[in-house]
């Protein structure tokens, strides 16, 4: 055995002042990064919602060429709502739509209700720019005013109408989401600050 025997160590422990200074950092470094968190999750709110606008534009351009009918995109003006549906079912005067598959077992409304999807919360449709062709715009009966927008119309040989659509979340933060119609491509803006309206 050595001759030096193993002396207990003191350990020190944290003082209450010590303590409430640790604290007080963290409160601190929280009320920095707490807006700087909010921002990004609203930027990638407003991405998933362009994302998912993209997605049901390619939806419906595939429902148009593999079904050989037209299809049109609609969204809800400075709401979240949007909806895909076949050209010849909203054609006719809306107490008259029945589509043939469903005869009977949906009213309008419900058939319309089942249809529509959404953006993400706090993102909505802030604007949009459609070049629809009169023609289907007499069709519709619609000029983009009221609960709808004008319709984006999906083509059975995969061309589309050419539109831009403004996304806005609650922070006045914008993304603008491009179709051109001869490819059917979509593409989107990085996240800006466009002036929109409430």
Excluded: K
């Amino acid at each position: 055995m050595s001759g030096n025997a193993s002396l207990p160590t003191r350990t020190r422990g944290l003082t209450l002042v010590e303590v409430c200074l640790v604290l007080a950092l963290l409160v601190v470094i929280g009320a920095v990064s707490a807006p700087l968190l909010e921002g990004s999750f609203s930027r990638a709110g407003l991405r998933s919602g362009s994302d998912i606008l993209r997605g049901a534009w390619a939806r419906a351009r595939l429902a148009a060429m593999e079904s050989g009918q037209s299809h049109v995109f609609r969204f809800e003006p400075n709401g979240s709502r949007f909806q895909i549906i076949a050209l010849g079912e909203i054609g006719l005067p809306e107490g008259n739509i029945i589509a043939p598959d469903t005869a009977g077992e949906h009213e309008v409304a419900d058939r319309l209700r089942l249809s529509q999807n959404r953006l993400p919360d706090g993102v909505r449709f802030a604007a949009g720019d459609v070049s629809a062709s009169s023609q289907i715009m007499a069709t519709l009966g619609t000029t983009g005013e009221g609960p709808w927008s004008a319709p984006i119309v999906f083509y059975a040989d995969g061309t589309t109408s050419d539109a831009t659509v403004l996304l806005a979340n609650s922070q006045q933060q914008t993304i603008r989401v491009t179709l051109r119609g001869l490819t059917g491509i979509s593409n989107t803006s990085e996240v800006g600050s466009e002036a929109v309206t409430p």
